[in-house]
């Protein structure tokens, strides 16, 4: 999906976090590697790599299988990675593709390392509310809102998925007035 050019800025060289918030209508693991793709390569397969989340340098933070929540574990395990130098990249990305899923403990666990990252480590952070992070998380992000996705594109995905023409601009429809379109497309 193609989005303006406000939503896909790239983190600049000096900055280490930025909280991108996205609408329940957007696939934020797939937004979110698209977003960290460009900070991690310089040639087209790196690109490629990055979207398809098997760059090595792209530390994805997301839940356990048949789990909700990301443990402060998962993020004790991206700081000790965050200390590696990148192996392709210039720099290692963490993408937190649902931050309002870490549970408290982990929350403050990122918050500690959001205040001293380490040089080489960015992060990409994906959230739909900053009223669902930690205040202290979100003072240290700079913030980019991400517009909703458009009808077509919406209706694109849907028939991609499997969905006949009618109901998929039907359901297009109801996601953009209901925007919970990951429910839609999962089941």
Known sequence: MNRPSSASSTIPATASAT???VPRTIDRL???RRLAAPLLSGVDQDTAAARRGAHPDLLELVAPEKKERIGINQVREVIRLGQFSPVQAKRKICLIPRAESLTPEAANALLRILEEPPRDLAFVILAEHPGDLLPTIVSRCRMIRVPPSDRAALQRRLTNVGYGSDDASWLAQATLRDG?????VQT
Do not use: F
């Open 180 to 184: 919970d379109l990951e429910r839609i």
């Open 30 to 32: 797939d937004e979110g």
């Open 19 to 21: 909280l991108y918030l």
